[in-house]
Each structure stands twice: as C-alpha cells, then as structure tokens.
Nanobody, 126 residues
C-alpha cells in the first residue's frame, strides 16, 4: 500500500528554521506532483507548497513565499519543505500529500491529492 511518512517537525523559536521530509513508498514517486498542507488548531487545512513531478515547477501560498522552499529527490522518493524565518503563525500540523493522477494541475486544492501522510507538528514560539 502507499505510505507517506513525514519527519522533521519540532519546536523552534521565531526566526528559526526547520526542514521537513516526507518519504513515499508503494507508488511510483516520480510520476506524481507532491504538496504540503498545514492545519492549525481550529482552522481548516490550507495549502502551503507544491512541486511538479520533475521538480521543475513549484507553487507557494502567499503567506510562505520567500521563506519556504519545496524540493524533491526522485531517487530517494522524498519531498522536502525547508522552512526559514519561521513565525508563530506557522504553528500547525504539516502534511505531505501525493497527487491523485499523473496529470493533476490544481495543486492548491486538497481534492487533487489522493494519499496523505500522518502529519508532523511544527510549533514556533515567540
């Protein structure tokens, strides 16, 4: 079965950095776009970033643009989210997700993604 396993979350002070990783197994990793979403307490899950199959195209939510970088290593079946200049409002559970089809293009919609990880907690203290 398909599994997505995130790691790298934790507690960090405002202005600090974290790097999240998500390892995918059970499905051809390089054939699908990947995305990161987050959900803060009492809020809906929101789009953070996405990357194309090859890694040549990326998209970011306005709230993280210029601070976060998404990347992927298809040889390692892994997608990353480098988070710099973290703010308290970045506190959330972060989820990686794999697109439902090889031709999915609406990356900002959660319905585009078929498989999800269990989430990793990121807490930014002020």
């Amino acid at each position: 079965q398909v599994q997505l396993v995130e790691s790298g979350g934790g507690l960090v002070q405002a202005g600090g950095s974290l790097r999240l990783s998500c390892v995918v197994s059970g499905r051809t990793f390089s054939s699908y776009a990947m995305g990161w979403f987050r959900q803060a307490p009492g809020k809906e899950r929101e789009f953070v970033a996405a990357i194309s199959r090859s890694g040549g195209s990326t998209d970011y939510a306005d709230s993280v643009k210029g601070r976060f970088t998404i990347s992927r290593d298809n040889a390692k079946n892994t997608v990353y989210l480098q988070m710099n200049s973290l703010k308290p409002e970045d506190t959330a559970v972060y989820y990686c997700a794999q697109a439902q089809t090889a031709y999915s293009t609406t990356w900002r919609s959660s319905s585009t993604y078929r498989y999800w990880g269990q989430g990793t907690q990121v807490t930014v203290s002020s």
